[in-house]
């Protein structure tokens, strides 16, 4: 007994796959846009980690310039 298989069901079977592949299409390219904005917040980050090193110095010399000042005039 051999199954014959129309055109219809070969055309609904075919559309049934384009709209599989479209959606995978689409979900993919809202993954690789998530890793790219991931990627744009790990360069802000090595960004400020870079500049958090300097600002600490500078925070810290004034520190210590105002304690200095402080323990000079007795206030």
């Known amino acids: 007994m051999s199954e014959e298989i129309s055109h219809k069901e070969i055309y609904d079977r075919l559309l049934a796959v384009e709209q599989k592949v479209e959606a995978i299409g689409e979900n993919t390219a809202a993954v690789v846009s998530a890793f790219a904005a991931a990627h ?3 360069q802000f980050l090595e960004f400020l980690g870079k500049l958090a090193k300097p600002l600490m110095w500078i925070g810290g010399l004034m520190t ?3 304690l200095a000042y402080h323990n000079l005039t007795g206030r």
């Open 40 to 42: 744009g917040a790990f």
């Open 64 to 66: 210590a310039i105002a």
